[in-house]
């Protein structure tokens, strides 16, 4: 992977809780998003999820208000000794849930916005 690679979108860290499911399976599991952009998120998974690249997934991002829900393709996974870390890309990320996402770190991460701010 080219570490030199600009990002499409601006990535937050703004922790959030998630439900994943794989389509066509009944297994579902939690886990967290590290950071998240209107692209993918990282998420930090128990060592004992089953997620591999090119996994597409069914993802729930349980926010305060509303749960959306989006798909994803995992992009990377790394195993360290107390948890795994994966890449998710978005896919077919509806328009309608950018307020949503930007709302979300406006009101709980708003540091997150400032930071971002000055960075550009």
Request: aromatic share 14%; charged share 30%.
């Amino acid at each position: 992977m080219n570490t030199k690679t600009q990002r499409k979108f601006v990535r937050f860290n703004a922790p959030l809780y998630l439900k994943i499911s794989f389509p066509n399976k009944e297994e579902s599991f939690s886990a967290i998003a590290k950071d998240i952009s209107l692209g993918g998120a990282k998420l930090v998974l128990d060592l004992s999820h089953k997620v591999e690249r090119e996994d597409v997934l069914s993802v729930f991002l349980l926010l305060p208000e509303k749960t959306l829900n989006i798909p994803g393709k995992v992009v990377w996974v790394k195993d360290y000794i107390d948890r795994k870390e994966a890449g998710l890309s978005f896919l077919n990320f509806p328009e309608i849930y950018k307020e949503d996402i930007y709302n979300y770190i406006f009101k709980y991460h708003r540091e997150e916005i400032t930071k971002k701010w000055w960075q550009m």
